[in-house]
């Protein structure tokens, strides 16, 4: 059974976490809960549902100092925004994950994440800063 399919379950199942995270003041739980709802929201094409919860697990992954969940989420708030057609915004919030993937020395995630800066580059037609950010994803 796929994904797709254990989609309802899976929703019901993050909501009980989050709520159990809220409740005893668990902010990597809550920040963890809140990633997996809002991929699930995304992926179901609620893109706006999702932007607000990846929000909100940024706010629970920095109460938590949580390097990856802070990360992952402003990634993917940068990847709800080029869904919505705000390239601007979307290069603005992969800017920020990739300064701190840049702090952390992990080289797969920083050449994923220049890619991803080259392509709402693309989109917005500013090719130069495109080109450049392509190179480092292909030097990296």
Excluded at 2 to 22: C, S
Excluded at 29 to 43: I, T
């Amino acid at each position: 059974r796929g994904t797709e399919e254990a989609a309802p379950e899976l929703y019901g199942l993050h909501r009980l976490v989050l709520d159990v995270a809220v409740r005893r003041e668990l902010p990597r739980e809550q920040a963890a809960a809140l990633l997996n709802l809002a991929d699930l929201d995304a992926r179901t094409g609620r893109t706006w549902e999702a932007l607000t919860r990846y929000r909100a697990a940024l706010d629970a992954g920095k109460a938590a100092k949580d390097l990856y969940a802070t990360g992952r989420a402003m990634e993917s708030v940068g990847g709800a925004y080029e869904e919505l057609g705000d390239y601007h915004r979307a290069a603005d919030w992969y800017g920020r994950a990739l300064s701190q993937r840049l702090t952390q020395g992990e080289r797969a995630d920083e050449a994923r994440l220049y890619g991803r800066l080259g392509a709402v580059h693309t989109y917005a037609g500013r090719y130069g800063e495109a080109l450049r950010n392509w190179r480092a994803a292909a030097a990296g």
